[in-house]
């Protein structure tokens, strides 16, 4: 067995080079990723904005919050249950998801990496998504700007203040921006992967190719196959030709200098 791992690493060690190939696959799938990985930017704009603008509150049916609270802590606009309660009731919305984003915890951590509310201007509101799904990110911010116009609308009620104050519209068709990346930071773990298992199946190459060499590796196999003993060997006297060629040229080389 000792013999059998010896003579395998001897064959990796010599097949060093070999392992550079490990670098083909992992190089076609980077290109590969940053080819067809793209990113999605999707936003829609309302106007008018104001810090002090009134919108109802999600946790009673009379009180109200400012605008620009929800928009220091966005979360409170945008997790808040009943939005998520609605969300997971549109079948449509989340079809094209998987079983474990139709968990409301799943969809809140995809809310909150993915949306985002600012201003552009002192006059105008922005919600946005980033992401690779374009349907869903879509979806989303029509989904949010038309809850944001309601609670603006429903806050105007109840501060009374629908005189004095104009209604929040969406402004326009919201705008797609596509973008591709060369890298990202979660193609790392695939990365590792592809390169450990083209370290593996390569290592698994030479270690087969080296098994099935039917050559004589040792003289104690010769002696085993001829069934006679072995009274000694004559060794490889290559490398020593060698380095004493080097040897040569070295002095050579030392005596021109001279």
Aim: net charge neutral; aromatic share 6%; charged share 20%.
């Amino acid at each position: 067995m000792v013999f059998y791992l010896r003579r395998i690493l001897r064959a990796w060690l010599t097949h060093k080079p070999w392992a550079l190939l490990a670098l083909l696959p992992l190089a076609m799938y980077l290109v590969y990723a940053a080819l067809v990985d793209v990113e999605m930017q999707i936003s829609q704009d309302l106007e008018p904005y104001s810090a002090v603008t009134p919108v109802s509150a999600s946790n009673s049916p009379i009180e109200t919050v400012r605008l620009g609270d929800l928009l220091a802590d966005q979360d409170q606009f945008f997790l808040e249950p009943f939005s998520l309660t609605q969300l997971g009731r549109k079948v449509g919305l989340l079809a094209h998801l998987d079983a474990a984003a139709m968990d409301e915890l799943a969809l809140s951590r995809l809310i909150h990496a993915n949306l985002r509310l600012s201003t552009l201007g002192d006059s105008r509101l922005n919600i946005s998504y980033r992401g690779d799904d374009s349907i869903l990110g879509s979806s989303l911010v029509k989904f949010y700007a038309d809850r944001l116009v309601q609670r603006a609308a429903d806050g105007a009620k109840r501060a009374k203040v629908v005189q004095s104050l104009p209604a929040m519209r969406p402004i326009g068709e919201p705008i797609v921006v596509v973008s591709k990346t060369l890298w990202q930071s979660d193609r790392l773990a695939p990365a590792a992967l592809v390169l450990l298992l083209s370290l593996i199946i390569i290592a698994l190459t030479v270690a087969l190719i080296e098994l099935l060499d039917p050559s004589f590796k040792s003289e104690r196999q010769i002696a085993r196959y001829l069934k006679i003993p072995v009274l000694g060997s004559l060794p490889n006297a290559e490398p020593l030709a060698r380095v004493l060629r080097d040897e040569k040229t070295l002095r050579k080389e030392e005596i021109g200098a001279a």
